[in-house]
């Protein structure tokens, strides 16, 4: 692993980064992973907006999809890191069904937007050339988890959570707060699992362990993100779960503050920091 990787700005899920990069697959017209809408949902998704605004809207629910499918992996990697550096079953447990939680997230994104587009994608065929080489130590795993977990999933969850209440279309809505639930329960084990790896180092190893922490936050203070072109309407956008980019700094900013730089601090004063000290947005 590099020695500064790319900082996670995924839209959905925990990241899958291998060499500092964010990677996912690419979409592959199928209906593979979609899942069919119950009808009254399929006959209003999408209605009073213009065609150009629905295709926009499905891309990113699309996109979504890849990161969700992305997150998938990013979790497989995790159980099996889990048992190299012999965490407790319970951890190994919570991560599979972690994986579990985001191949059904992948669904619901992979529905809507179809039900928006008006076809079917699907990921293809994901690239895991190099997912697991380095060394698989606690020190490596904690600093990915520290990157993925903590920071990332953290950011994703407020950023689906932030989404979800916006949108008017009820079942959409109850779809995305859903995911942002599972999303911020998968960031807990993260920290829980960082927490159990600083009790299990010396002195000099766990402070290294902080400061990958604060590296994390810092380079995710710098992360750029992306939003929807400009041409459209951002408060109706919203109104379908879609932020500009503007929203989506302000509530990694308000994530950053007020969940990851507590559950840090709390978690390097008296190691038992798993985001319960932090104050939601």
């Known amino acids: 692993m590099p020695d500064t990787p790319t900082p996670p700005t995924c839209d959905a899920g925990r990241p899958f980064i291998v060499a500092g990069q964010l990677r996912c697959a690419g979409p592959v017209g199928s209906a593979s992973w979609c899942e069919p809408l119950p009808v009254g949902q399929r006959q209003t998704m999408g209605r009073g907006i213009s065609a150009p605004l629905r295709q926009a809207i499905a891309e990113h629910y699309a996109r979504l999809g890849l990161m969700e499918h992305a997150s998938v992996a990013s979790f497989a990697r995790f159980v099996l890191q889990l048992l190299a550096v012999g965490a407790p079953p319970q951890m190994v447990l919570e991560a599979q069904a972690a994986l579990a939680d985001e191949v059904r997230h992948a669904q619901a994104c992979f529905s809507i937007a179809r039900a928006l587009g008006g076809h079917a994608l699907s990921p293809g065929p ?18 990915a988890t520290i990157r993925e977990g903590c920071v990332g999933e953290t950011l994703a969850a407020m950023e689906v959570e932030e989404a979800a209440t916006w949108v008017r279309d009820a079942q959409l809505a109850s779809t995305l707060a859903s995911i942002a639930e599972d999303e911020l329960a998968h960031a807990r084990l993260a920290w829980r699992f960082v927490a159990w790896a600083v009790r299990r180092v010396d002195a000099s190893t766990r402070e290294r362990m902080g400061q990958f922490l ?10 750029s993100v992306g939003g929807p072109p400009d041409r459209f309407d951002p408060v109706v956008l919203r109104a379908w779960g ?12 308000r994530a950053l503050e007020t969940m990851v730089e507590p ?12 985001l319960a000290s932090a104050r939601r947005v």
């Open 214 to 223: 604060w590296d994390a936050v810092a380079d995710a203070r710098r992360a």
């Open 263 to 274: 559950s840090a601090a709390a978690l390097l004063a008296d190691e038992s920091g798993m």
């Open 242 to 253: 879609v932020l500009s980019a503007r929203d989506r700094l302000a509530v990694r900013r």
């Open 126 to 143: 994901l690239d895991m050339e190099d997912a697991m080489s380095g060394p698989v130590d606690l020190l490596t795993v904690t600093r």
